[in-house]
């Protein structure tokens, strides 16, 4: 998620934006919009968190298509159950 925070980030400064800008045109948290430049978009409750990356990148005259799909695709990975080792091995004694 750090390449979309980079992204944001860097589309904000080039226009020579402060973050509370940004918070004004979006009505978002300033908060929210420093977690999604540090790429914490697990701080930003899952109901807004595409519609957050959508505003700011709107604000900044952004495509957002490639962010979204960016993000979607990097949310999927980081949602998926990891298994372990031993969760394998418990799983093969219940047969």
Request: charged share 30%.
């Amino acid at each position: 998620m750090r390449e979309i925070g980079m992204a944001l980030r860097e589309g904000r400064l080039a226009r020579g934006l402060e973050i509370g800008d940004i918070a004004r045109r979006t009505r978002i948290s300033a908060h929210y919009l420093k977690a999604m430049e540090e790429g914490k978009f697990q701080t930003i409750p899952s109901v807004f968190d595409k519609g957050y990356l959508k505003l700011y990148a709107k604000a900044l005259d952004m495509d957002t298509k490639p962010l979204l799909a960016l993000y979607e695709q990097m949310k999927s990975k980081s949602s998926a159950p990891v298994i372990t080792l031993e969760k394998q091995a418990a799983g093969t004694d219940r047969h």
